[in-house]
């Protein structure tokens, strides 16, 4: 078959796609979207009739996802990592109902924080569902990986999580397809309880998905992707996960000295652990994200040998992993590089010159600094959290999707006299709507700013959910349309945006006020495609 | 052969595009290849860059380790010397000589000069007046790629084809004049390489 050179989240498509996927179910994050876009562009013509559209939110990808699975076929639905908190509960609750279609989830892990707010280790989450855990350490692996993975899903009877990290997500390489299945033909689980969760099903349900753990265990014992390499040096055993291994193996260009144990499959392979530690004096675990392999290992009373990782400070715990660390901690000396030159200055990313937020920050500013310390910005997830860098330093807060309208009104609760919400539109139908229904609902004397660019702009300007509806949503939530408010960010509007913004936060009830203007840069890419 | 390349640049700038043509290249020859990119935030006018590793053996990390870079491609002055940790002593750097200024403390033009000025092995060259003059300011990011073919690790011939396939479906004058881009940015390597 031909072989191409992709991203690990091309590959994923890719796999998926010959696979005999029916359907895609995501929102856009990085460093995941580049999954759901590839589909996107191989269905242009709607021929094969697969599923691509974006989703709303990772919950309602997440339970799309099932339904499709329900009805017999294959379907993948894609996060980065936070995502994975916003869907928790039915991608937990789907490890108890099973599948019917297989499944595989894709979690992609941001160490170091490229472009997140935590380096959070969806293992630990594959880990509480209790479903088998793939996780790549090649862009080929990542293929072959999810292109077995529905099969694996089908033979478990669960969905199959696939971690990756960015690294391997936004890295090209080249990666060799293999044959192309058809989808699955449309059909039902032959147990009419299957996804009937009420407490005396889903006892029974739970039961068995214990009962399931010691099958995945066996197939992981089984799986190729958990390979023991042998090595003459029994001084150590090296564990290795996913894109870790490579870094290890970076260091030793002519193979590991040390027996080398790559984990690709959870849970862990406890045979071939129990040879490792059989065999050798020491174990050190080398892994991307928290200590997942290093806790199980080490237990709260320990295997009788040493066992180094993150927590003894082997190896750092925060932060990704790089050749240079791991080599570090095998004793590997730094070569001696220059040192980076003083004249070489910090250059954090900011908002695009022309953009709509930045004339919303400039009135924004002007209204609330009238106000002094009775006023407070709550921001949220998007393009627009640059506004907290100079020279807006307009925000005080960035923490979750839709967080900025109910810590506004939280804040405004506990007696803060002016509480601004900034919010993007996308981010708004994602996890917005039901915080401002808690505001309407105690018509609470807060000012929700939505900041409309009509785009997903941060991940690269993929379809809002609300483009065009943002007025009514607003509207149908019992926003008082006295109080709905919309503008134009234009510098020459800068002096009745200010006033309206004034008008607003003097109002001692609920206003939004929906600034609209699209994305500059998804304005030009249309201009150009015209 | 093996050859590790650091692009660097300001997010907008288009290093990826100048990857690509190398990549082209190297999965033509059937040589194996890892480039790493910077997607999401950064990408918003904040520092970017690319790990580009070719070799004849499997690759194994996507990040290039500290001392070992062949080549440092650049389109930013001050970019260009954000990874010099990562250079080997051999290594050179080619890079853009205009700055891009759109942070309030960057570097004063003649600091930055002497920093550059005490690395050993480099190539500095003004890319949008090369492209000008061939009647194309678009094509300065092939002018660039140009003045790094002779650190590349593959044969110039082979960086052409990888031009001419990714560009065909644009038509024979913008192959064309690609083609010239490439080789007056060669030609401007060649001159340095000779002092």
Known sequence: MDKLLLLGDEAIAQAALDAGLSGVYAYPGTPSTEITEYIQNTQKDKTENIHCRWSTNEKTAMEAALGMSFAGKRALVCMKCVGVNVCADPFINSAITGIVGGLVFVAADDPSMHSSQDEQDSRFYGNFAMVPILEPSSQQEAYDMVYNGFELSERCGVPVMLRIVTRLAHSRAGVVRRERKPQNELHYSKDPKQFMLLPAVARLKYKKLLESQKDYLEYAEESAYNHYTDGPDKSKGVVASGIAFNYLMENYPEGCPFPVLKIGQYPLPETKLRKMVTECKELVVVEEGYPFIEDQLKGLLGIGLTVHGKKDGWLPRAGELNPDIVGKAFGFELPETPALPEVVKNRPPSLCVGCGHRDMYDALNAAVHEKGEDSKVFGDIGCYTLGYLPPYKAIHSCVDMGASITMAKGASDAGLKYAVAVIGDSTFTHSGMTSLLDAVNENAPITVIISDNETTAMTGGQDSAGTGKIEAICLGLGVDPEHLKVLVPLKKNHDEMVETIRLEMNYRGLSVIIPRRECIQTASRKNKNK | ?195
């Open chain 2, 1 to 195: 052969m093996k050859t590790d390349i650091i692009l660097s640049g300001v997010g907008g700038q288009g290093i990826l595009s100048i990857a690509a043509v190398i990549g082209e290249a190297a999965v033509h020859r059937n040589l194996y290849m890892k480039q790493a990119e910077v997607h999401g935030m950064s990408q918003r006018g904040g520092d970017v860059q690319s790990n580009l590793r070719i070799s004849d053996k499997p690759i194994h990390s996507d990040l290039i380790a500290k001392g070992k870079a062949d080549l440092i491609l650049s389109l930013e002055p001050m970019e260009a010397l954000r990874y010099l940790p990562y250079l080997s002593k051999e290594g050179w750097i080619v890079t853009n000589s205009t700055p891009f200024n759109n942070i309030p403390d960057y570097p004063e033009s003649s600091d930055l000069q002497k920093a550059l000025d005490a690395v050993p092995n480099k190539v500095i060259l003004d890319i949008d007046s090369i492209a000008k003059e061939l009647g194309s300011i678009r094509v300065s990011n092939i002018v660039m790629l140009g003045a790094a073919t002779p650190f590349i690790g593959m044969d110039y011939e082979e960086i052409e084809k990888g031009i001419r396939r990714i560009f065909s479906r644009k038509g024979e004058d913008i192959v064309n004049m690609n083609l010239k881009a490439l080789a007056a940015g060669k030609a401007v390597a060649d001159s340095h390489m000779k002092h």
